[in-house]
């Protein structure tokens, strides 16, 4: 049986640390700690929970901290995870014979970011499970160096670093910098500018954030692994903007390459929506695209794609259609789309259903 070690780069993660390996130590053989200046009780913490720490000064490069770390394992395969993420569940026996070949594993991550409705969840297929050898490059965003084959591994991660109650940190401060640097050695590289614009939408500059999104946009290749969550994202900062105009020009040029992506579908929706009530006259043509594309959503389903926001091909579609259908006097049709949602125990949905009901 192959043998895996647990390798993370830390810094004053006291608080979060307990968690994340109190939930990975019944799968691992070893976990290593690197410690890059934390100035609270992060090593203790790691100690007491047998992981081996270790002290690198940190040089402003992901890569470099986590290829470090790397050195000290001596286990078949290493697993990345950081202090705020935690395993949820993992499939021991599928996990060792995915092992057994010299492959990558993409393991699923769910994640809660702060939105302009609240919070919402989010998944991803990122690959953190790899043969002991394989090192990463990258700055920062950093990525596993190695054309070995990468495929789905039936681990389940909840990482709480984008929902800002919980971690009490704004990495979008902390990784502009650091984008900005790796940028200016590869100007032409499309991730490095749309994680950029992200980072700057985060801290609230939508001027540099859409600077940096059309220069992504430009530069992105369709069958880049991040091409359609780029997309996507393009579309909701112009929404956010309110430039409606582009944002329609995105979806018009796009709809016939972005494949099964509910997601895409679900920010059309939402689109037609708001061109509507800026201009009923001239924009009362998409009226029915607004139905059209919530369908779309629903007859996608959920995770199609490597990454999306829960509830996009499901319970969010659902209540959407049912105020389509609210708006436009289909009160029966809204109530079945409501009592779908609220199966999900969706409070938007059943508090609509409360009203109708009353």
Same mark, same amino acid.
């Given at each position: 049986?192959?043998?895996?070690?647990?390798?993370?780069?830390?810094?004053?993660e006291?608080?979060?640390?307990?968690?994340?390996?109190?939930?990975?130590?019944?799968?691992?053989?070893?976990m290593?700690v690197l410690?890059?200046?934390?100035?609270?009780?992060? *090593?203790?913490? #790691?100690?007491?929970?047998?992981?081996?720490?270790? &002290?690198? @000064?940190?040089?402003? /490069?992901?890569?470099? !901290?986590?290829?470090?770390?790397?050195?000290?394992?001596?286990?078949?395969?290493?697993?990345?995870?950081?202090?705020?993420?935690?395993?949820?569940k993992?499939?021991k026996?599928?996990?060792?014979?995915?092992?057994?070949?010299?492959?990558?594993?993409?393991?699923k991550?769910?994640?809660?970011?702060n939105?302009?409705?609240?919070?919402?969840?989010a998944?991803?297929?990122?690959?953190?499970?790899?043969?002991?050898?394989?090192?990463?490059?990258?700055?920062?965003?950093?990525?596993?160096?190695?054309?070995?084959?990468?495929?789905?591994?039936?681990?389940?991660?909840?990482?709480?670093?984008?929902?800002?109650?919980?971690?009490?940190?704004?990495?979008?401060?902390?990784?502009?910098?650091?984008?900005?640097?790796?940028?200016?050695?590869? *100007?032409?590289? #499309?991730?490095?500018?749309?994680?950029?614009?992200? &980072?700057? @939408?985060?801290?609230? /500059?939508?001027?540099? !954030?859409?600077?940096?999104?059309?220069?992504?946009?430009?530069?992105?290749?369709?069958?880049?692994?991040?091409?359609?969550?780029?997309v996507?994202?393009?579309?909701?900062?112009?929404?956010?903007?309110?430039d409606?105009?582009?944002?329609?020009r995105?979806?018009e040029?796009?709809?016939?390459?972005?494949?099964n992506?509910?997601?895409?579908?679900f920010?059309?929706?939402?689109?037609?929506?708001?061109?509507?009530?800026s201009d009923?006259?001239?924009?009362?043509?998409?009226?029915?695209?607004?139905?059209?594309?919530?369908?779309?959503?629903?007859?996608?389903?959920?995770?199609?794609?490597?990454s999306?926001?829960?509830?996009?091909?499901?319970?969010?579609?659902?209540?959407?259609?049912?105020?389509?259908?609210?708006?436009?006097?289909?009160v029966?049709? #809204?109530?079945k789309?409501?009592?779908?949602?609220?199966?999900?125990?969706?409070?938007p949905?059943?508090?609509?259903?409360k009203?109708?009901?009353?």
């Amino acid at each position: 049986m192959k043998s895996i070690a647990l390798v993370m780069i830390v810094k004053n993660e006291e608080k979060l640390l307990s968690r994340c390996l109190e939930s990975v130590k019944p799968y691992v053989d070893d976990m290593i700690v690197l410690d890059t200046g934390s100035e609270d009780q992060t *090593p203790d913490v #790691a100690r007491s929970h047998g992981a081996r720490v270790f &002290d690198a @000064k940190w040089q402003d /490069d992901f890569a470099h !901290a986590r290829n470090t770390a790397l050195s000290h394992s001596k286990c078949d395969f290493n697993l990345a995870l950081d202090a705020d993420e935690y395993i949820v569940k993992w499939d021991k026996n599928a996990v060792s014979a995915f092992m057994e070949k010299p492959v990558i594993g993409k393991i699923k991550i769910i994640s809660r970011f702060n939105s302009s409705d609240g919070t919402d969840t989010a998944w991803t297929y990122i690959s953190r499970l790899f043969p002991n050898g394989v090192s990463y490059k990258g700055i920062i965003h950093e990525q596993l160096d190695s054309n070995l084959p990468r495929l789905i591994v039936p681990i389940e991660v909840h990482h709480e670093g984008y929902h800002r109650e919980v971690t009490g940190k704004n990495k979008s401060s902390r990784n502009i910098p650091l984008l900005e640097k790796a940028l200016s050695e590869d *100007p032409e590289n #499309a991730y490095y500018r749309y994680k950029l614009s992200m &980072d700057y @939408k985060g801290i609230g /500059d939508y001027q540099a !954030a859409c600077r940096h999104m059309d220069k992504a946009y430009t530069a992105i290749t369709r069958n880049s692994s991040v091409y359609s969550a780029l997309v996507v994202d393009y579309i909701y900062l112009l929404m956010e903007i309110k430039d409606y105009t582009s944002a329609l020009r995105i979806i018009e040029q796009e709809q016939n390459y972005i494949g099964n992506h509910s997601g895409f579908y679900f920010v059309a929706g939402l689109l037609y929506v708001k061109l509507i009530l800026s201009d009923v006259k001239k924009y009362i043509r998409y009226f029915k695209e607004i139905e059209n594309s919530f369908l779309k959503c629903l007859e996608i389903g959920e995770n199609t794609d490597d990454s999306g926001v829960v509830g996009t091909g499901s319970f969010a579609a659902l209540y959407n259609l049912g105020v389509f259908y609210e708006m436009t006097k289909r009160v029966p049709e #809204a109530m079945k789309c409501y009592e779908k949602a609220a199966a999900y125990d969706y409070a938007p949905a059943i508090e609509r259903l409360k009203k109708l009901r009353s």
